[in-house]
């Protein structure tokens, strides 16, 4: 086999066999194919596509390009959740602890954040002591003991995506739905999950621009992990605006913490519900909505889901003390106020009330990053107690003198450029405007 040929084969819109797509995802992993020649191979699949055979076979290359976590020492029916991405998507450390103390397993793999989006590896670590690296037996050990452990993902867990993303980042080959769906099944199937639940995220601040590009993502990894033996659902859920009112790697720990108390903002407690009930209905535990909707409140209301996201913090060594009281984590040095004046302003607008119309929810990510809160590349150092806190979301009355959010940051300078970039993001009409669904559609 070649690979000049199956750039050639691409280009001119074949299809790839399973042996061809092996070839290709054991070279380039190995070193034996050059970063020019997969990203040309990489550029042809953006512009002529993959069928599903083709993705499929992909996903299953990339999956096996390194080690499988075995979960079979973990008893009951393991279940695992992903999200495509987005600003202020914190719903993993509200899940988790809901379904262990409903007895569901969770050994969940996560990542950091990259560019505009937050990760649940930096949110975990904005908690003093938290390992995010522990071994695979202790990893096993703490969901056997705790039934929840969320780890940091291992070096030889996909390699080839690893190799593979980091090409697409610079080579302008991130957004095609084959090559999203490969990335995220690759990692997924490889971590071991009985069952997945995926959150594909559609608006301003996700991959997906649009609910067909977000429906057939969802649909593509639905097929790939039914292929793959794996029982799959994914759940398209909003991100045209922040999710719940917090973004920042602690502030967002501290929103997951009311949520846990019951405490939650409206639309992020309805997406971590949803997602802990299917959840629950794929880990064999409730057989409809209704009964899984019941069981989640009960553990919201009675405390146990809060005492369990206590109970694994101490496991991992991190201070769960600070779970009660998290101010302290969150002081920052200089913050500002972003009020109904300064977006009217900002827009032209000419009337004393008006309505919060559109978020450009990248733009706000990238406000929470200028600010210290994420990185441009993958050795930037993050400042985990910066961020921002949204007193308003979209369809929301706003006056002169309401405040829209505060920024939180430790530089004068950097908040200044954040605050900028964060009252650029909004439109503002004089008109009611509708709020946009929380959760579009289940496939
Ligand atoms: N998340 C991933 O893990 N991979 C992608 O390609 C996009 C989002």
Do not use: W
């Not at 074949?14 to 040309?40: C, R, W």
């Not at 040095?333 to 004046?341: E, F, L, Q």
């Not at 605050?419 to 959760?439: E, G, H, L, M, Q």
């Amino acid at each position: 086999m070649n690979t000049y040929d199956l750039i050639m084969k691409k280009r001119n819109g074949g299809v790839l066999n399973k042996d061809e797509i092996a070839y290709i995802v054991d070279g380039f992993t190995k070193g034996s194919i050059p970063d020019y020649q997969m990203s040309a191979l990489l550029m042809a699949i953006y512009f002529k596509g993959m069928n599903a055979e083709e993705t499929t076979n992909l996903t299953m290359s990339m999956a096996d390009s390194g080690d499988r976590l075995d979960l079979s020492a973990i008893k009951g029916r393991k279940v695992d959740k992903h999200s495509t991405g987005g600003v202020g998507d914190k719903t993993s450390l509200i899940v988790g602890p809901i379904l262990a103390s409903l007895g569901v397993p969770v050994a969940k793999m996560s990542g950091r954040g990259l560019g505009h989006t937050g990760g649940t590896i930096d949110k975990l670590e904005a908690i003093p002591g938290f390992s995010t690296s522990i071994s695979e037996e202790a990893f096993i050990n703490q969901v056997n003991t705790v039934g929840l452990s969320i780890v940091g993902q291992t070096a030889n867990l996909a390699p080839a995506d690893k190799k593979i993303y980091a090409l697409r980042d610079v080579t302008a080959t991130v957004d095609n739905i084959s090559l999203i769906a490969a990335s995220i099944m690759s990692k997924k199937l490889a971590a071991g999950a009985d069952a997945i639940v995926l959150d594909v995220k559609v608006g301003t601040g996700a991959f997906m621009k649009d609910i067909e590009g977000a429906r057939a993502l969802a649909e593509t990894m639905v097929s790939i992990g039914k292929l793959a033996g794996r029982d799959v659902t994914a759940v398209i859920t909003d991100m045209n605006e922040p999710l719940g009112n917090n973004i920042g790697n602690m502030l967002e720990v501290a929103e997951a913490v009311d949520c846990l108390k019951g405490n939650g903002e409206a639309r992020l407690m309805e997406v971590s519900k949803v997602l802990a009930c299917h959840m629950l209905i794929k880990a064999g535990k409730a057989d409809n909505e209704k009964e899984s909707l019941e069981m989640v409140n009960r553990v919201i209301d009675d405390g146990s889901a809060f005492a369990k996201m206590k109970e694994f913090v101490s496991a991992q060594g991190g201070d769960a003390t600070c779970l009660d009281d998290y101010s302290a984590l969150c002081k920052t040095d200089y913050s500002y106020t972003v009020t109904g004046k300064d977006l009217f302003e900002a827009t032209s607008f000419d009337s004393t009330i008006g309505y919060l119309k559109t978020c450009d929810n990248q733009e706000v990510g990238m406000a929470s990053l200028e600010l210290g809160g994420g990185r441009r590349t993958k050795e930037d150092v993050i400042d985990l107690a910066v961020g921002i806190i949204l007193n308003k979301h979209l369809g929301d009355e706003i006056s002169a003198d309401d405040t829209v959010a505060t920024l939180y940051a430790n530089d004068e300078g950097k908040l200044k450029a954040a605050t900028k970039r964060f009252i650029n993001a909004y439109s503002v009409s004089d008109k009611k405007c509708d709020k946009n669904p929380i959760v579009y559609e289940v496939i």
